[in-house]
């Protein structure tokens, strides 16, 4: 196997492309992933078919992206797809963070901070534009922006595209103003906590799904998550963290708050997001499968 900051990827005749599929669907096939749609049980309007079906969909758009497509054109392209299921928003959160990591990884240099950093920077304001069209595919929950940035509001979708153009803002400047959510963090450092969570998944043994449901809850007892945060308020979303801690690398605790956080309707979705991105890093790095 290669080092896991590297960037030869693993498997026989599967590239990028195929890898962030590939992600897509271990994503939903680790288990147990506490409150999340996993191979052991479904949610209450999502069902493990419907993140089936939105990863095939979500082919098209990463396609666009590795064959250097503007990111916001491949993203926007992805969700589309994605969005052709019964389920509704399955993985917008992933291919956020998947579309900027594929470009990175068909880019020259090895996939790490610095290449994906670069793809960000590249980002224009049409990219911003085809990012807000996304919206207009699925709902997205998201935090209420500031009282200055109602323009800018994205369940506003292609409305908001006139203020963007205003305001000059790239893609990237969209992530930056994005305070406290999640994938934009990753957006504005590198992808560092993907890469560090990436490199976890790499050092471990055993299945895969068995890696990134270990991978989980250890991210999930480190962050706050900010689909948690966003349906439940601060504090449950710190009550999570803690209680992800308690139950790490003790598999039957893990199993209980799986159950747990089903009940009570608990989805640490923007965590399956960063663990899906960190999947896709370490199957480039040479996981195998």
Known sequence: MTDARGSTPGGVGRGPVENAQLALLVDVAAAPKPGNVDRD????????????AGA???????RRAAAGAPVGVAF???VAGMSDQSGGNTQFGCLLLLVPLVRAAVADGPLDGDTVTAVVESTTVADAADFYRAFEHVDVAVEEPPAELTELDVRRGADAVPALRERDLTLADVMARSEGDGNAREWTTGFERTF?????????DGPITDRVSRAFVDRLARDEDTLVRTNHGPEVAAEVVERAAAARGDPEAVAELDAAFVETGINPGTTADL???ATFVALEWGVEV
Request: glycine content about 8%; overall charge negative.
């Open 41 to 52: 049980h479904d949610l209450a309007e999502l069902r493990i078919e419907h993140f089936l």
């Open 56 to 62: 095939v969909g979500a082919g098209e758009g990463l």
């Open 76 to 78: 926007e392209r992805a």
């Open 196 to 204: 560090e969570t990436a490199a976890a998944i790499y050092d471990d």
């Open 275 to 277: 663990l899906t991105a």
